[in-house]
């Protein structure tokens, strides 16, 4: 099979890229896009360090062959920075020392964004649940699950319009 183009949009920004078949996704955003915040784990759906948004939904970049994601927007823990300023989950996971080495971090926070879009106000159970493919050597989970129920918290003070960023 030919090498295609594939088009999609990443962190707001047009892509069209010639891509051989069967790429995984996770090699494309590091390699030919330069996302590298997105990390190359385990690379079998096993890890969540790939976890990314496509249309809004979390998934592991890198079980999807790129050519999936024609005309899908994409975002990646680039994407969640804006104007140079953390996002509250980013933030939360700094102030609960929520990250040591940091490898699993990026998708963790994909990962909890993806429930925060859709769950402002999220139990603990809820977050565990949404957590449960992303793994973590370091931190023993309960630094994360009280981060993202920090940046919940957060969140619900904020006006609508800020919540959403
Ligand atoms: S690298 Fe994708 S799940 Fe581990
Ligand atoms: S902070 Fe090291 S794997 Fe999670």
New binding site residues.
Partial sequence: MKSSYVSFTLNGEEKELLIEPGRRL?DVLREQCGATGT?????????????VHIDGVAM????LPAELVDGSEIVTIEGVVRNRVLHVLQEAFLAQAATQCGFCTAGMIMAAKALLDCDPSPSRQAVIEALS?NVCRCTGYEPIIAAVLAAAATLAKRPAAAAAA
């Fill in positions: 996770v990390k190359n784990g385990c690379g079998q759906g096993s890890c969540g360090a790939c976890t592991l970049s890198c079980l493919g």
